[in-house]
């Protein structure tokens, strides 16, 4: 089936280390982003990628870090610099053009002790 | 970005309606979304308008848009318990490639 898959589900870590989060599409879409979700906060945008090899900060890039080598994959660095980075982290994509719908991941959420 | 608006908190009955209301901020939105996430899940796409539109029905879901305002609505018909959710409004603004810019959703809880 198609559809989304982040990795891993659960992730904790200890203050000062950088973690990825995995990101993988079978959906033959081009475009990927990466959300993050506070309590109350809603969904914030980090970073997006439109293309292979091309990705734009979002409102709240500060701390974080992508790459996008292959259309199917969009992971996320959250490194050190972060200064809070516990949260639910979700991962969409998209296809060109259509009603915009983005279909997302499941989620990862990062805890730092 | 400018934020989108909603309430935070709606509680309603079994078996009543609900209606979560929200603002948007872009005129130029082509489309706008209603995405619903279950605690611990994604978002799941419910329901859109194309901004050409007023109202459209889906099944016990029923979209308002009102484009003078910027004023989007979400009637949900006959609510069931496992209609206790977050449902988040979203719009597409410019010069954010094709990122949607989401509210901070309402979480809905249906009482018995």
């Known amino acids: 089936d198609g559809g989304i898959t982040q990795s891993p589900k659960y992730l904790f870590r200890k203050e000062g280390q950088n973690v990825t989060l995995s990101c993988e599409q079978n959906l033959n879409h081009d475009a990927m982003y990466w959300y993050r979700q506070d309590p109350g906060q809603g969904l914030r945008l980090i970073y997006y990628?439109?293309?292979?090899?091309?990705?734009q900060k979002g409102d709240i890039a500060e701390g974080y870090s992508v790459s996008r080598e292959k259309k199917e994959s969009f992971p996320l660095t959250v490194t050190s610099a972060q200064k809070n980075p516990t949260a639910f982290y979700l991962c969409?994509?998209?296809?060109?053009?259509?009603?915009?719908?983005?279909?997302f991941g499941e989620g990862s959420r990062l805890t730092v002790l | 970005g400018e934020d989108v608006e909603q309430s935070l908190f709606l509680s309603v009955r079994e078996g009543d309606s609900s209606v979560i209301n929200c603002t948007y901020t872009d005129s130029s939105s082509t489309y706008l979304y209603w995405y619903k996430q279950e605690p611990g899940a994604g978002l799941q796409l419910l329901t859109y308008?194309?901004?050409?539109?007023d109202m459209k029905q889906d099944q016990r879901l029923t979209v308002l848009l009102n484009k003078k305002d910027k004023h989007l609505s979400l009637r949900i018909a006959d609510t069931q318990t496992g209609d206790s959710a977050i449902y988040f409004c979203?719009?597409?603004?410019?010069?954010?490639?094709?990122?949607?810019?989401f509210g901070k959703g309402t979480s809905l809880l249906v009482t018995p």
């Open positions: 969409a994509s998209s296809m060109k053009g259509g009603t915009g719908e983005l279909f």
């Open positions: 990628s439109q293309i292979v090899n091309d990705f």
């Open positions: 979203a719009e597409t603004p410019r010069g954010s490639g094709y990122a949607l810019n």
């Open positions: 308008i194309f901004s050409n539109m």
